[in-house]
C-alpha cells in the first residue's frame, strides 16, 4: 500500500514514518496526513496511523537538525507543521488507532499519545528522547502524557528521558493492549475497520465529552452528558440502536441520515 494518505474500506491510513532516514518523521506525509484530515469526508469513519518501516516512528530527524543554518528556525517550522497535523488528528470526528510496533520515541510517542486507542506488541517501546539531544517535548507531549499517566509519572518520564517497554506501557495507559509483533498491523486495522460499521455519531459525541472533560467541572459534563444523551436519543443513529435492541436484532447504521 502506498505512504500516501488513503482511504480503504471507509479507514483513512496515515504513515508518520518510512525506512527512509532510520525511520524518522517523514514532514511530505504528515503534511499531506494534516490536508487528508481536514477535508475529511463522510465515508471515512476510522483513521489508522502506522510507520512503514521497522519502527512506528523513532522521532524527529536529528542529522537534519544538525544540518540546518539557523537550528532555531528549523525546528520552529518542523514543529509547526507537526502540530498543525496534531491539530487536526486530535480534532477529527473519528477514532483513531494508532499500530505501535518497534519504537515510538520523540514525536513518535507524542503522536501515540494523541491517539484514542494504540495497539502495540511485546517489542514496543517508548522514549520522549528529547533530553537526549538537549530539546524539549513537542507534537504535545506536555500536554498529552500528564493526562494519560498522572502529573507526577509524566515529570519522571520526562526528565529521566524513561524507556517504556511494552507492558510498562499498557500498564501506564500509553498502549491500549499487546498482541504478538506480527498481528500489531492486523489488529488496529480491525479495531479502526470496526468503527466504520458502528454508531459513529454517538463515536464523535463521545470525543466532544471526553476532550472537554479535563477542564470541565462535574456540573458543567452533567450538563454535557444530559444534552448529549437527550439528542442522542433522538438522532437516526440512537433510534436504530434503542430500535434494534428491542427487536433483539443487530444495529444497522450505515446510510443512516
Not at 94 to 116: K, N, Q, Y
Not at 186 to 191: D, S
Amino acid at each position: 500500500m502506498s505512504s500516501e494518505p488513503v482511504v480503504v474500506d471507509g479507514v483513512l491510513h496515515l504513515t508518520i514514518a518510512t525506512a527512509a532516514a532510520g525511520t524518522s518523521l517523514d514532514f511530505e506525509l504528515i503534511n499531506a496526513g494534516t490536508a487528508a484530515l481536514r477535508s475529511l469526508g463522510d465515508e471515512v469513519g476510522a483513521i489508522l496511523i502506522t510507520g512503514a518501516g521497522a519502527n512506528f516512528c523513532a522521532g524527529g530527524n536529528v542529522r537534519h537538525f544538525a544540518g540546518a543554518d539557523d537550528r532555531g528556525a528549523f525546528l520552529h517550522e518542523l514543529a509547526t507543521q507537526l502540530h498543525d497535523f496534531v491539530r487536526a488528528l486530535t480534532a477529527a470526528p473519528v477514532p483513531v488507532v494508532a499500530a505501535v510496533h518497534g519504537w515510538a520515541a520523540g514525536a513518535g510517542m507524542s503522536l501515540v499519545c494523541a491517539a484514542d486507542i494504540a495497539i502495540g506488541g511485546p517489542s514496543t517501546q517508548m522514549r520522549p528522547a528529547y533530553p537526549g539531544i538537549g530539546f524539549t517535548p513537542d507534537g504535545g507531549m506536555s500536554w498529552s502524557l500528564p493526562r494519560i499517566v498522572g502529573a507526577g509519572r509524566a515529570r519522571e518520564i520526562l526528565l529521566t528521558d524513561a524507556v517504556i517497554g511494552a507492558e510498562q506501557a499498557e500498564r501506564l495507559g500509553l498502549l491500549s493492549r499487546i498482541v504478538p509483533d506480527d498481528e500489531i498491523r492486523t489488529e488496529a486495522l480491525r479495531v479502526a475497520t470496526g468503527f466504520t460499521t458502528g454508531p459513529r455519531a454517538a463515536y464523535t459525541a463521545m470525543k466532544k465529552l471526553l476532550a472537554q472533560s479535563p477542564t470541565a467541572t462535574l456540573d458543567q459534563q452533567l450538563d454535557a452528558e444530559r444534552d448529549s444523551i437527550a439528542a442522542a436519543a433522538n438522532s437516526s443513529t440512537g433510534r436504530e440502536g434503542v430500535d434494534a435492541f428491542v427487536a433483539k436484532r443487530k444495529p444497522d447504521y450505515a446510510n443512516l441520515a
